[in-house]
């Protein structure tokens, strides 16, 4: 255990998913990935970057999405997030566009979330990583068996979460949240695709903040210093 490099007190509670099968498979598959001179996203430090920056035992808000970006000095480890000087991905943007309309927010010049994760928002992908220029090409590995487990984790070991669920994936994994104790919001996906379908005008992140002061939780600033 004092090998694996993830927070303590994630590590508490998943400590058993790291001696099941799927994760040895996983883990040999990321070795043999990198052994063939593959570039995989996030680097290996930031693969476990949203339960870092967001302890079991301080998350308030859950922000599913799906795979890391697959290009360059994007993917950190947090969902959505990109690193300072990369360019805002279009599904951000409408995120930022929905926090302005919603709470009239300035929208920010870039697009690094780590002021979230900080605050007890967990960004967490279903799949922790990837092959450059490979979209999805990490997907049914194994990672998707682990964050189900951490999802599950937080829906028994915690009271009054928010669950932001967007899009028919997000919702799927969260079909285990007991709704009677935690607060779970659906929409459309904030993809170009599909966010003039409800995504723009849901109110989630005011909505979220409500709940959160209604259950004696400091809500979330959704403002992103630059």
């Keep these: 255990m004092a090998e694996i490099k993830l927070e303590a007190s994630w590590l508490e509670v998943l400590a058993q998913e790291f001696e099941k099968d799927y994760m040895k498979h996983l883990r040999a598959f990321l070795i043999a990935e990198k052994k063939a001179g593959k570039t995989i996203f996030p680097e290996g430090k930031n693969m476990f970057a949203a339960f870092d920056h967001t302890p079991f035992t301080e998350v308030k808000v859950v922000i599913l999405g799906q795979d890391p970006y697959h290009g360059p000095n994007q993917a950190h480890g947090l969902s959505f997030s990109v690193r300072k000087g990369v360019r805002i991905p279009p599904s951000l943007q409408n995120m930022y566009k929905e926090i302005n309309r919603d709470l009239g927010l300035p929208i920010p010049g870039h697009g690094f979330l780590e002021s979230w994760a900080d605050q007890g928002v967990l960004l967490l992908n279903s799949v922790l990583s990837v092959e450059q220029a490979q979209a999805?090409?990490?997907?049914?590995?194994?990672?998707?068996?682990?964050?189900?487990?951490?999802?599950?984790?937080?829906?028994?070991?915690?009271?009054?979460?928010?669950?932001?669920?967007?899009?028919?994936?997000?919702?799927?994994?969260?079909?285990?949240?007991?709704?009677?104790?935690?607060?779970?919001?659906?929409?459309?996906?904030?993809?170009?695709?599909?966010?003039?379908?409800?995504?723009?005008?849901?109110?989630?992140?005011?909505?979220?903040?409500?709940?959160?002061?209604?259950?004696?939780?400091?809500?979330i600033d959704w403002s992103v210093p630059n």
């Design 136 to 219: 999805a090409s990490h997907q049914g590995r194994g990672w998707e068996q682990f964050t189900d487990a951490a999802v599950s984790a937080l829906n028994k070991g915690r009271d009054h979460l928010v669950f932001l669920l967007w899009g028919s994936y997000a919702q799927k994994k969260g079909n285990v949240i007991d709704r009677s104790r935690h607060l779970v919001l659906t929409s459309p996906h904030p993809s170009p695709l599909s966010a003039h379908r409800g995504f723009l005008g849901n109110g989630h992140f005011s909505k979220a903040n409500d709940y959160l002061s209604q259950t004696n939780q400091t809500p």
